[in-house]
């Protein structure tokens, strides 16, 4: 992020504009949600007026912006987050004889959580409800795993995808050998 205030005033109304514009609004639409003037959502694009913390909080909320994504100097275009497979964290005490590493970055969280599991011929990951509405998307890389969901249950072979709730108990269980699979773990 930038520190220097001249490149802030600099950046704020380009980058104001870019993000009404990228959702579609109007400035009377900006206007309408934030409260701040139309006249003065226009005069602070243009860089004519400099708006308080009040007024920017009331357009980075009205614009669902982070106010410090607003002054990155770099773009998601200019950069890849690369995460090592050596750095990768992974979890071994969870479940019975199954690794999971964790592919999602920290900050998601209880939210869209993508692990790869890796298990030795019958392991299993057997997991308590997460919260309502989670679901959960498998895909089996490598092997055969049987998913049960509540009373439902079904053997996918590699290649398969599999996608059921998981705010009831639920399993993956490595059938007939070692497996692997891919998990993508969406809150509601």
Known sequence: MTENVDDILTLLPARLKEARREQGLSLEA?????????SMVSQIER????PTIATLWNLTRALQVDFAGLLETDTASDRIDLLRASDVPSIDNMG???RIRILSPP???GGHEVYDITFKPGGALRSQPHARGAREQLTVLEGTVRVTSGNASSVLYSGDTGRYAADIEHAILAEGG???VFLIVKSA
């Not at 900006?30 to 139309?38: K, T």
């Not at 860089?47 to 400099?50: I, K, N, P, V």
């Open 30 to 38: 900006v206007s309408n949600l934030s409260g701040v003037s139309r």
């Open 47 to 50: 860089g004519e007026s400099s």
């Open 96 to 98: 019975q004889g199954c």
């Open 107 to 109: 900050e998601e969280a």
């Open 178 to 180: 070692a497996a692997r």
